[in-house]
């Protein structure tokens, strides 16, 4: 199936600091990518729908200032936390849709684990 | 507000047993279900799907039934085979998983099968 690269894997900042997150697919273009948030014992939670080349759609509760999104490109869309929190340790993950396909060809990267200290 | 629960966080099996995994929804107009598979590490995969105008969707050893009166939707896989052993997902969305309708997903249920 299709590869979406997503990394860091792992970051630790300290608080204060901004933090980019980096979303690829690897073999197949991505008009549409979602990034989610998954807190422990808790589902992953859709944060906001990535678009190539526009503005990002926010779910409710999400700051677009504070958790800045682009795709610029069919392949590559960035989640950058900005002056980061410990409330904002938790773990990201990001999807990416073939153009035109169901949510079948919804394939994920294997996230980012978030420690602001 | 949790519109897809799972409400059993982990499930133990014997290998060759069923595997019978749970999902309840709130959000009567989803129509389109999914299940998804986690294995450490990685990205959750897609598993196997259901729309709401059946009630059962068989692919190969894992099933998906779907009943809507109950909002309740189970992920029945066997045999169960020891690779079985990850997290799973259920996911729902409200447009029959068109390309703009979005995934609400439940809190995973970490089945392990058992040797």
């Known amino acids: 199936g299709a590869v979406v690269s997503q990394h860091p894997s792992w970051v630790i900042c300290k608080s204060g600091t901004s933090v980019k997150i980096e979303c690829r697919s690897l073999d197949f273009q991505a008009t549409t990518m979602f990034w989610y948030r998954q807190f422990p014992k808790q589902s992953l939670m859709l944060m906001a729908t990535s678009n190539e080349g526009s503005k990002a759609t926010y779910e409710q509760g999400v700051e677009k200032d504070k958790f800045l999104i682009n795709h610029a490109s069919l392949t590559l869309s960035t989640l950058t936390v900005t002056s980061a929190h410990p409330e904002d340790s938790s773990f990201y993950i990001c999807s990416a849709r073939i153009r035109g396909q169901g949510d079948e060809k919804l394939f994920f990267g294997s996230g980012t684990q978030l420690s602001v200290l | 507000d949790q519109q897809v ?111």
């Open chain 2, 5 to 115: 629960k799972q409400n059993s966080p982990s499930l133990s099996v014997q290998e060759g047993r069923i595997s019978i995994l749970n999902c309840d929804y709130t959000n009567s107009m989803f129509d389109y279900f999914l299940w998804y598979k986690k294995y450490p590490a990685e990205g959750p995969t897609f598993l196997i799907s259901i729309s709401s105008i059946k009630d059962k969707n068989e692919d190969g050893r894992f099933t998906v039934f779907l009943n809507k009166s109950a909002k309740h939707l189970s992920l029945h896989i066997v045999p169960s085979q020891p690779g079985d052993s990850a997290v799973y997902f259920c996911a729902a969305s409200d447009g029959l998983g068109g390309a703009t309708n979005k995934l609400i997903f439940g809190t995973g249920t970490l089945l392990a099968v058992q040797p």
